[in-house]
Nanobody, 117 residues
């Protein structure tokens, strides 16, 4: 069974940086698309960034130019480098994975990011 485990969240001041890591285990195959979503209480989960095995990326407009997603296909690991953080980036960040063989997306348990003003 595929499991996604996130790490790297925490508390940071506005303008600071954090790097999130997500490692997928339980499969010998490369997960086709990996990414990050975030959610605040009372709101829907929203896309932050995704990346495919070919390196094609997609970013939410709110994070373009500040966040960078990258991955290691062999290790099924994805990172999210977050710079110039703003208080509105405060949320629980969830790792997401999609594979052609799967019937549904995989999700991590989430890691909290808090940006103080």
């Amino acid at each position: 069974q595929v499991q996604l485990v996130e790490s790297g969240g925490g508390l940071v001041q506005a303008g600071g940086s954090l790097r999130l890591t997500c490692v997928a285990s339980g499969t010998q195959f490369t997960i086709n698309r990996m990414g990050w979503y975030r959610q605040v209480p009372g709101k829907q989960r929203e896309l932050v960034a995704t990346i495919t095995t070919t390196g094609s990326t997609n970013y939410a407009d709110s994070v373009k130019g500040r966040f960078t997603i990258s991955r290691d296909n062999m290790e099924n690991t994805v990172w999210l480098q977050m710079n110039s953080l703003k208080p509105e980036d405060t949320a629980s960040y969830y790792c997401n994975g999609w594979a052609v063989w799967a019937t549904e997306d995989y999700w991590g348990q989430g890691t909290q990011v808090t940006v103080s003003s």
